[in-house]
């Protein structure tokens, strides 16, 4: 009997939420702030240049370059060298184009 309770007023619950549900709207500039918030969040990692963003850095401030203390024992690495005016370019070549008949054989 407890079962059949349960099932009722579970039953008659979701038909008056879906009713209610049916009825109610939101008005349209909800819908754009929500959009907005979802996207400056979903982005947020990427947001790192803006002044809200907690790892963002001043430009106009000179940043202090602390060097690491050198033991007598570690090896020294030298920085690397890279050239960063030099480009790397090569050609994708496609084995098919589209409308090519494929041969198997």
């Not at 020294?76 to 790397?88: C, D, E, H, L, R």
Request: charged residues 20%.
């Amino acid at each position: 009997m407890k079962v059949w309770i349960t099932c009722f007023v579970l039953l008659f619950g979701a038909a008056e939420l879906l009713q209610w549900i049916q009825k109610f709207s939101l008005p349209l500039p909800v819908f754009i702030l929500g959009g907005v918030f979802l996207a400056v969040i979903s982005n947020y990692e990427k947001l790192k240049d803006l002044p809200f963003h907690p790892e963002y850095e001043d430009p106009e401030l000179p940043t202090r370059q602390t060097q690491p203390i050198q033991d007598s024992q570690s090896p020294t690495v030298a920085p690397s060298t890279t050239q960063p005016g030099k480009v790397i370019s090569f050609t994708i070549r496609k084995p098919f184009q589209p409308g090519d008949v494929r041969r198997e054989g």
